[in-house]
């Protein structure tokens, strides 16, 4: 039995008429539907079971694309606080059983504000709520998995509003400024893993734009340290640490290919991977326990345009992502 789950920013996606930026045109009627009819069309091509989104600003709108995908029939497509004036959030449509309800997390956990060398994280809540649920993923067996769905910072400057427009060291700093922020957010959903992982064999998937690639620092956060090779030397130490560990599923399907040609997103010319499907050890394929591989992974990038090579302009109406879709495969 396979199951396929994917992440799919959606680039601003509002209801027609409705202003969802200050310097943002709300889309018109004509925008809307090419947009909805887009989105649909590509969630028919990722034939996904559970797709996690960003950039929601009306649940309402999330809902008719899926409608018009014809997807999720009698499944469950929710966008928490997506009320149009609480900026983006995160989405999630599903085919899957929801074993338990679908929260949006803004708070980080407990222990994030711990100091050392004098430092501690400036921030405390998600900029983007992070949503949680428990979907069943073989209802024969029972098997069931956490699902975290997540949008962390961009790299785009926090910028002081009275600083001069383009000056170099407001840039800097800006720049540093969304890092810090994103690498506290990646440190809260690393402890949100951490509780649903540690200490048993629940299966975690974890999907989203992490506005990084797989081996940043803050995406190895979220990841965890595998331990050295030749420490500890228990059998029992290194168990716990292979329990706390996210995998890549690119990481994990990139070696069966023999190369690497995918990419999320282009911006100046520079092609990324931005957005991730991370699982826990309850899927990795060097995991005698496993109840499940990662088989493959699908890019959907053939919409995105390299503005170094070509005069065409992206229209807002499609997404600035790929979109991703896991293959899993139950064993």
């Known amino acids: 039995m396979d199951v396929k789950v994917g992440t799919f920013n959606v680039l601003n996606l509002a209801r027609e008429g409705e202003r969802f930026y200050p310097d943002e045109e709300p889309y018109t009627a004509a925008e809307y539907d090419e947009k909805a009819t887009w989105i649909a069309g590509q969630l028919r091509r990722m034939e996904a079971h559970l797709v996690g989104f960003q950039e929601v600003f ?18 469950t497509v929710v966008a928490p606080g997506a009320d149009g004036a609480s900026g983006p959030r995160l989405g999630l449509a599903s085919r899957l059983s929801i074993a338990e309800p679908v929260t949006a997390i803004t708070d980080f956990p407990a222990g994030m504000d711990a100091e050392a060398d004098g430092l501690a994280l400036p921030v405390g809540t998600f900029s983007r709520p992070v949503l949680r649920t428990r979907v069943v993923l073989d209802p024969i067996r029972g ?3 956490t699902v975290f769905v997540a949008h962390l910072k961009s790299k785009r400057p926090i910028r002081d509003p009275q600083a001069p427009e383009h000056d170099a060291r407001e840039e800097a700093l800006g720049k540093a400024r969304a890092l810090i922020r994103r690498a506290a957010e990646a440190a809260a959903l ?3 893993v951490l509780q649903e992982i540690t200490g048993n064999a629940q299966p975690v998937i974890v999907l989203g734009d ?7 620092v803050t995406t190895d956060i979220i990841m965890g340290d595998s331990p050295s090779r030749f420490w500890p030397r228990d059998p029992d130490d290194r168990k716990a640490y292979w329990d706390r560990l996210l995998y890549s599923a690119h990481e994990l399907t990139v070696r069966r290919t023999g190369r690497d040609v995918s990419y999320t997103h ?7 991977n931005l957005d991730h499907v991370l699982v826990s050890q309850e899927f990795y394929e060097r995991n005698p326990q496993r109840i499940a591989e990662v088989m493959n992974l699908r890019y959907f990038n053939d919409h995105l345009v390299d503005s170094q090579l070509s005069n065409d302009r992206r229209e807002r109406t499609v997404s600035d992502h790929a979109q991703l879709v896991a293959e899993i495969r139950l064993l």
């Open 266 to 272: 282009i911006f100046n010319g520079h092609y990324e």
């Open 210 to 216: 992490l506005n990084d690639a797989a081996r940043a």
């Open 190 to 192: 690393r402890f949100l």
């Open 58 to 75: 009306h649940e309402a709108a999330l809902r008719d694309v899926c409608d018009r995908s014809g997807r999720f029939p009698g499944g």
């Open 143 to 145: 098997t069931t998995s």
